[in-house]
């Protein structure tokens, strides 16, 4: 079977993982664990963060509704996640280009509150040409400048 970021058009591009894939990926009985465990089985897994998808990891790590038999702490949810980006080829990007940026986002083509978020990792994967990977699959290219299917995947 041929995985989705093997093809030719990921092979070798930074992913960008999103809030919900760090979180399926760090805990074991989230529902989607299996599909984000899956993307660490090529040794050549290149991933990237910034400061939205880590502290959104930690804030969902820390969630206590989200967590009915128990949940981290913000300090041991933040421990968690400094272990795995430890251990990966992890790159640390900075949120640049702002989101007020003219030509980043078409913000007439976003329709809802809660693209924003996903919209703006899109246009930061775009602006280092490398590739949003999502469980989210209402993120519309169109609404990203100069975004391209290979800026993007759904896993």
């Not at 078409?106 to 703006?120: A, F, L």
Request: overall charge positive.
């Amino acid at each position: 079977m041929s995985l989705p970021w093997r093809a030719p058009a990921y092979a070798g591009r930074r992913l960008l993982l999103d809030v919900n894939v760090w979180t399926a990926l760090m805990d074991s009985v989230h529902v989607h664990h299996s599909r984000a465990f899956a993307l660490f089985t090529d040794p050549g897994i290149r991933i990237a963060s910034c400061a939205i998808t880590q502290s959104g990891v930690i804030r969902l790590a820390a969630l206590p509704a989200a967590h009915p038999n128990g949940c981290a702490t913000p300090s041991q949810a933040r421990d968690v996640l400094l272990r795995v980006v430890s251990s990966l080829d992890h790159e640390y990007w900075p949120c640049e280009p702002s989101p007020l940026a003219d030509d980043i986002i078409d913000w007439k083509r976003v329709s809802g509150h809660r693209q924003i978020t996903d919209c703006y990792l899109l246009a930061l994967a775009v602006s280092q040409n490398a590739t949003l990977v999502s469980l989210d699959q209402r993120i519309a290219l169109h609404s990203v400048k100069g975004a391209r299917p290979h800026h993007y995947l759904v896993i």
